[in-house]
């Protein structure tokens, strides 16, 4: 099955597949990237985010923003997943660098932000191969093509007035100094959004850290903002690289230990000092020795 | 012949002894040396019947004048069985029995490590000097022991609570910089106290009440032992001080050590005949003493003249009726000494010197029958006289024995005047060293105060946020209502080792990890023992520590008393090496335990031994 999106919305194509419960892929390309998405039985598997064009929405490049992976540790495992020919998650979750139910939060997430993405496109076409797919073994469940369809549609209605509240372009987010709040008492999107507040400035690694997609991180932030909980304001300059803002953190704290560790010696040679002074100095041993007096 | 003490006469090696006994004096000093001991035995058997007829029990400076030859002509190797000789005229030599036990040690002669041993006792318990060295030595060796006991612990608790107390300065202080600046703020704070120059007791205080924040219950004891302690110590100077009021300053020429020595020089109160005041020497004590030192010059009725005076103030011991006796026999009033020799075993029946004068008073007036019924026991009591080596079956010339300084008396009278200890506090040297710059009537408040104001400030930073470091990884955190069991963080408690996650969280942890452990393996180090408050085994630590500040109290008193070259300073010497490589055996002990025990509990909770 192949076709033209504007003979063909993409709602309905997901809807098609998922009602006749069909196994295959769909790619659905558009916008210049080309997405896959894997059905098993009309539900929603597994996801292939272009490469080259949607590099945000690969597994690895979330994680990493969402602190759980280095740069330099995806690059090693991506440089094994290319020997050993296996998927990114399952080695990760075998390497013990993720559990497994973090791995589906992800995957879910991954799934999410590409069908919210594949909705705008206008222009495109489609073809849909059917083959059978069986399901990733760390799947716990898998995805209603239908739900994630109706959320996707609310995001397409909802997006371009939410983001009209926030600063244009780039902004970043901090927390309130001062405020204190049971994290109980918020909704949980707000809530998880709240936990990881500190993390970076940078609302994008916030979201990912949050396990959010980027509509409903802006969602939550924007509640977080509407109850005074949180600053949030237009940056002028391009945020740093959050991989080198992390490695300076990491060299500050060194640096720091070593100074400490540097003004702590200093200080125990002047405390070693004043012991041997009060306590093994010939002036004190001398007073300390008058008991030898009487035996001369 | 010999080069020391040839040139010198009996006169300037003997000050004071009667030519008799201090040319025959002189002469065992020469006859002393590497393979004399036959030689020296008769020299010596000569000088002890002079001796006893002059009422002298022991010539203490004869071990000193013959060490000093040793010493210069090298042979100090050979003078434990020179000593052994010499023992029988110089039995209060309380160095010479240290260093015959020295030797039996050194060369594992148990037999006569035993009979040493005792000799080494019984000088100590009937020599006055000797005796007041070893309460002074006690008493120094427990202060010492205690200075490093507190200087030790405070360093370990302001040690452990640094991290926090870091962490809470830059809170309270706006620093600018303050991840740079709060650790010289901590150091500035540590340091102060040493460069204001405060005491030691003042300094430790002052650490501790920084510290107490941030320790558990079982840290508190150890700083509440330590403050104890510390009163102790300001007990203790006092008591060394009433103990130099009391005795002089210079025993062996003072008034003291009348029986090992003659003295040159008495009590000012004693001269003037005055009852002496306030924390000075016992007068009767003084006179009881000259009245020896009398004796053994061959004053004998002006001895006789002072114990008369002494019986009549009514200070009629077995001891003074039985000199009395001596000095009357000497001079040929047999009936007299008799009846004072009678009158000191109806105080004391068992007082051997007494039984054994009587013996001998009764066989001058040829009163054989009484001699006979007061062979036996007299024989038995003055064998068993330490470190006296009496052997009745030698004594066949009339030897009469004297009674030495009651120094059992001495003591009663300090423990008399203990009203005098905190009077006296402030003025001796270790108050000035230990807790300047309080007055002494502050001191014990200070002490009070120290610990209450430790107690009060505990149980208000338990209402107040303060920062708690974890034990195990180092995590700070602020926290209030401070516990026991925050000591580990929630990421140790869930012993997910450096952390379950991966990326930059795991990073920092494992940063965090890394430096905490260096960071404790450096303190355990420089404060052995330290590491096991950080593995949480604070009374196993007091009792290493302890140990620890017994050998470094070793080598304090050692180190002082190396410096005049006699016998205590050989000993002296020999003990400060031996306390230096226990105690270096002990620190580097502590360290290794510490920081296995740091390491023990890091495993258990599952830190230890990941790599990255």
Known sequence: MRGKITDFGIPEIFQLVASQQKSGALTIRGDGRETVFLFSDGMIVDVLPDRQRAQHALLGNMLVAAG??????????????EKEERKLGEILVEKGKISREKLAKYLYLQVKDSIYYTLRIKEGDYRFEVFAVRPPSWMAASMRADVLLMEGMQFLDEYPLLREKFPIGRFQVVRKRGVKIDPVALPEEERRVWNVIDYSPDPYRVFRKACLSWYEGLRALWGLWDRGLVEVSGVDEELPDAEDVFRKSMSRKYAIGCVRAVVWTLTAVVAGSWVYTVLLSPSVTRIFAGWANFYR | MLAFPGRCGAEELFPGYSPEVGTQAQRVVQAAGPGKEKELANEVRRLRKRMYSHGVLSINVIPDHVF???DKEGWTDSLASTFRVIAEVSPLSAQMW??????DILHLRLSELFSDFEGLSGALQGFGPALVGYTAWIISFASAAVCWFAVWISLALFLRSRPSLERDISRVVRLPMREYLSPLAAVVLFLLPLGAGFGLAVVVCYWMVFSVAYLRR?????????IILLATLLLGGSMLHLLHRVTGDAPKEGWLGADGYIPQQWPAEARKGQVPVGGAAPYWLVEFSKARAAMQMGNSAEAERIWTGLVEAGKDLPEVYNNRGVTRAIQGKKKEALSDFEAALAKRLEDGPALWNAYQGYLQVFNLEQARLLQPLAWDRIRKISPYRFRPADMEAGEWLASPLPVNQLIRVIVQRRGDLLRLAGEGEYYRMFFRPLTPRFAILFLVLVWLSSVVWKIYSMRVWVHNTCRGCGTQTLVVGIREASDFCNMCHAQVGWGIRVGEERERRALGIRMHRNYVKAVSFLVPGSGGLWAGKELRTM??????????AVLSLSLGAQEAGDIVSELQSIVARWAILVTVVLWLAG???GIRSFEKMQKTIGITGERR
């Open chain 1, 68 to 81: 759980y992976l280095t740069a330099e540790e995806l690059r090693r495992i991506l440089a094994l997943q």
């Open chain 2, 98 to 103: 240290a260093w015959m036990v020295k030797e």
């Open chain 2, 218 to 226: 079982a840290e508190l004891v150890l700083m509440s032992t330590a």
């Open chain 2, 591 to 593: 360290a290794v335990w």
């Open chain 2, 543 to 552: 009792v290493y520590v302890a140990f620890l500040s017994l050998s470094l």
């Open chain 2, 68 to 70: 000093r030859r040793a």
